[in-house]
């Protein structure tokens, strides 16, 4: 059942990930614009009051004073703002929503430590048609939309509800002196596996892999690639009919 979630797709269409080249994706308001955005948050963000987005633009809120209250990593949420006012590397936005940890809280795994025993496939590692695959936000996280398989679901709080019941488990599998890739498997774990789920929806999740890449880097290897691996299904939530699906990307940093 090849269906996406209307809710996936609304949020889908508002998608932009930085300020610059964003035109048709992001919602108009007048003179304003309304915009979903994903950004970092760290020690300078602190000092700064402010957010930076994919490209290191500074996103400051007009009420700084909500960055004291967040910890590192990344967040998501809604802003509004004036494109003019866009100069500099930084802009002032008003929050049209609290920023959200999109942090996974299991964080990675080594894949020794985890069975690989994942109760559902996932939908997609790389949805092509709503240019869904992962990616490094920066040199330090690894930014996975997930798309996983739910039951259907309308209201907000029911997708919370669901959400809430899948456990998403990314393991590093072992690399030694010589490789250049880091290879990564992530696995839909779900409290009740025998729940039909027929339909798609998507969750950003983020991974801090700055440990990872040292520990990499201090071999004396160079980070080339990251692939990320799962059995994924459009068809079924049946691992049985679903097939290993690997989606590989350049480590630029």
């Known amino acids: 059942m090849k269906k996406i979630k209307l809710f996936a797709c609304a949020m889908l269409a508002l998608m932009c990930l930085s300020f610059s080249g964003c035109g ?99 939908y997609a590692i790389n949805y092509a048609p709503r240019a869904l695959a992962p990616f490094m936000f920066d040199k330090d996280y690894l930014i996975i939309p997930v798309v996983f398989r739910s039951t259907s679901i309308v209201e907000d709080n029911e997708m919370a509800v669901e959400i809430a019941k899948h456990r998403f488990v990314l393991a590093l599998e072992p690399y030694a002196s010589g490789d250049d890739t880091l290879v990564f498997t992530l696995t839909d774990k779900v409290t009740d596996p025998d729940t039909g789920r027929g339909f798609a929806m998507f969750n950003y999740q983020a991974f801090d892999l700055r440990y990872i890449v040292s520990d990499f880097k201090a071999m004396g290897n160079t980070l080339k690639k990251i692939t990320i691996k799962a059995m994924t299904s459009e068809d079924g939530s049946d691992l049985s009919y679903a097939k290993e699906e690997t989606y590989t990307f350049d480590y630029n940093f």
């Open 24 to 122: 048709a994706t992001s919602g108009h308001d007048g003179d304003r614009i309304n915009q979903l955005m994903l950004a970092r948050i760290d020690d300078s963000s602190t000092a700064g009051t402010c957010f930076y987005d994919v490209n290191g633009t500074k996103i400051i809120p007009e009420t700084p004073s909500v960055i004291y209250t967040l910890t590192n990593g990344i967040y998501q949420f809604t802003v509004a703002y004036d494109p003019s006012t866009v100069s500099g590397g930084q802009v002032t936005v008003t929050l049209n929503s609290e920023p959200t940890s999109i942090m996974n809280p299991f964080g990675v795994i080594n894949k020794a430590d985890y069975p690989n025993d994942e109760n559902i496939p996932l």
